[in-house]
């Protein structure tokens, strides 16, 4: 039998083989993250409306609905870029509601407006009025990744609870960061709805077929060039 493999190009393979594994587990867990905020917006779809006390009382959770009747909202607002319930990009703008004493935090970001990127100003605090809000649900905020970038003009990329409070001029406990309040949608927020758990589960599968197509691209190579076989020298 001979074995004689190329070492370089064996090498170049099994570090290939380890990058496109690593790719496919990567997107299993992407997939079982997804299903698990799945799980907490469809767990509260026949909740109860709930008032800002639930942040209180620990009863609030991602996907429950809020009723802010009463809740003082108003400029000046800091701009989120986002998607609406449609998955269009666009700047979300969110203003400041007080929270109850009982509460972590002075305040609470309420979404108030979603702007279109097409439409969209260049302004980073905007003071246009407000859109009509009949409801709204609590919501985990976006947080920063490795590859998101920094505050810019036109506003933030992911919640910032210091510089969000310093521009819309909250004092005291500052913002705050277990949830924020996204208008209702109908469904679960678009970085979810956008990419599924089977939308996962396909691109790990693609990850890995190209780890076995991989492999076998090494293997007829070196079958060709008679490196490996069953044939005795």
């Given at each position: ?50 008032g800002l006390d639930a942040l ?146 396909a691109y790990a599968l693609t ?27």
């Amino acid at each position: 039998m001979t074995f004689r493999p190329y070492p370089l190009l064996t090498l170049l393979t099994v570090a290939g083989l380890a990058g496109l594994v690593w790719l496919g587990s990567w997107q299993l867990d992407r997939r079982a993250w997804k299903a698990e905020l799945l799980a907490e917006y469809q767990a509260t779809e026949d909740a109860p409306l709930a008032g800002l006390d639930a942040l209180c009382t620990g009863e609030a959770a991602p996907g429950r609905r809020v009723d802010l009747t009463g809740a003082a909202i108003g400029a000046p607002y800091v701009k989120v870029y986002g998607r609406n319930a449609d998955g269009a990009p666009g700047w979300r703008w969110f203003a400041a509601v007080s929270l109850p004493d009982c509460a972590q935090g002075e305040a609470i970001l309420a979404e108030v407006r979603f702007e279109p990127l097409e439409t969209a100003g260049t302004a980073g605090l905007a003071r246009a009025e407000a859109e009509t809000v009949e409801r709204w649900r609590f919501e985990r905020p976006v947080r920063p990744g490795p590859f998101t970038p920094a505050r810019g003009e036109d506003g933030f990329y992911a919640f910032d609870p210091e510089g969000m409070a310093e521009a819309l001029g909250v004092q005291g406990e500052g913002l705050s960061g277990a949830f924020w309040l996204a208008r209702e949608g109908g469904g679960p927020p678009a970085h979810i709805a956008q990419t599924p758990p089977e939308r996962h589960a396909a691109y790990a599968l693609t990850w890995f077929l190209m780890a076995i197509a991989l492999i076998g691209v090494w293997l007829a190579f070196h079958i060709k060039t008679g490196r490996i076989g069953l044939r005795r020298e």
